[in-house]
Nanobody
Framework: EVQLVESGGGLVQTGGSLRLSCAVS????????IGWFRQAPGKEREGVSC????????YYADSVKGRFAISSDNAKTTVYLQMNDLKPEDTAVYYC??????????????WGQGTQVTVSS
């Protein structure tokens, strides 16, 4: 059984930092793009960052470049998202996701349950 289990969300003030973790099990991580989406109330789910299966290169949404950093352990059994200089617009439920063929929303095969990140102004 594939499981993606997020942790590390919470409430933080503007300018603060959080680190999210995603524990990955039940799949071969090197065969999947693994990373993070988020969904704010009333908005569509959007891709935040991922590590690609092909060469471990990283992708970031323009809105988080320079503030967020994705990383993993050597086996990619845990994927992290370090979030710095957080802004109220980063408030959302953050989901860990994995897809073997791409990183578009309809290409993702596995999702975690989500973790809430709230940034107060």
């Amino acid at each position: 059984e594939v499981q993606l289990v997020e942790s590390g969300g919470g409430l933080v003030q503007t300018g603060g930092s959080l680190r999210l973790s995603c524990a990955v099990s039940g799949l071969t991580p090197n065969n999947y793009n693994i990373g993070w989406f988020r969904q704010a109330p009333g908005k569509e789910r959007e891709g935040v960052s991922c590590i690609t299966s092909s060469d471990d290169s990283t992708y970031y949404a323009d809105s988080v470049k320079g503030r967020f950093a994705i990383s993993s352990d050597n086996a990619k059994t845990t994927v992290y998202l370090q979030m710095n200089d957080l802004k109220p617009e980063d408030t959302a439920v953050y989901y860990c996701a994995a897809g073997s063929t791409g990183w578009d929303l309809d290409e993702l095969e596995y999702w975690g349950q989500g973790t809430q990140v709230t940034v107060s102004s």
